[in-house]
């Protein structure tokens, strides 16, 4: 039975980024003894509540199992602090589908070959992706002195070229990632830091 004495986590969120997840909470102060808690799922598909590999535990956080790794279902979490026999009141989370609700990062760039009037980039996407993923990566480039013109460009590979440009010239180049899915929705990645190469003569 939860007791009035033990209050219940507070700023418990959901966290998830390139689809890695993780619930977060606000330690219990407490004026002896150290609180542990516990961490409930549930599915959209089966309405009760399962242990995760959280029970009892004394961080104020807890990564998604892998059993929970399917980025269309819909998860809700519980968290309740615990304290010898004492119990706080569950707190749940809204319900979270990572399809919807992570956070892309951007793609890391592994290399960049400069010629005269192209740079050629190699890069590799944040995340591993799943059958059905279509990712675009969205180019936008500019010549650094006059940087209030930027060009964009989409290109699916991870292997492309921004090509007509001037020789002798830094350009600046940043991506971010389009990840359309097969139930045809739109996740926006956030964009990577600005990178610059001058271009060589020919």
């Keep these: 039975e939860p007791s009035p004495h033990l209050p219940a986590p507070k700023d418990v969120m959901i966290y998830s ?22 961490v409930h799922f549930k599915t959209g598909a089966f309405n009760q509540w399962d242990e995760m590999n959280c029970t009892r535990i004394t961080q104020t956080e807890c990564s998604f199992p892998w059993s929970l790794k399917e980025r269309r279902w819909t998860v809700v979490l519980r968290v309740r602090a615990e304290l010898g026999q004492v119990t706080s009141d569950w707190v749940e989370t809204d319900p979270f589908v990572a399809e919807r609700n992570t956070t892309i990062g ?50 699916s590979n991870t292997l492309f070229k921004i090509r007509n440009l001037k020789e002798l010239t830094l350009y600046c180049f940043r991506i971010h990632i389009e990840l359309m899915t097969h139930s045809d929705l739109q996740l926006l990645g956030l964009q990577s830091v600005p990178e610059c190469y001058r271009t060589t003569i020919s």
Aim: glycine residues 4%; charged residues 20%.
């Design 17 to 38: 980024y390139n689809f890695r997840s993780l619930l977060r909470w606000s330690p219990v102060k407490v004026d002896r003894g150290s609180v542990l808690y516990t």
């Design 106 to 155: 951007p793609p890391k760039v592994n290399s960049v070959t400069v010629s005269s009037d192209s740079l050629l980039i190699s890069v590799t996407p944040p995340f591993g992706s799943e059958a059905g993923d279509f990712l675009q990566y969205h180019v936008s480039y500019w010549e650094n002195a006059t940087s209030t013109t930027k060009k964009e460009t989409k290109i």
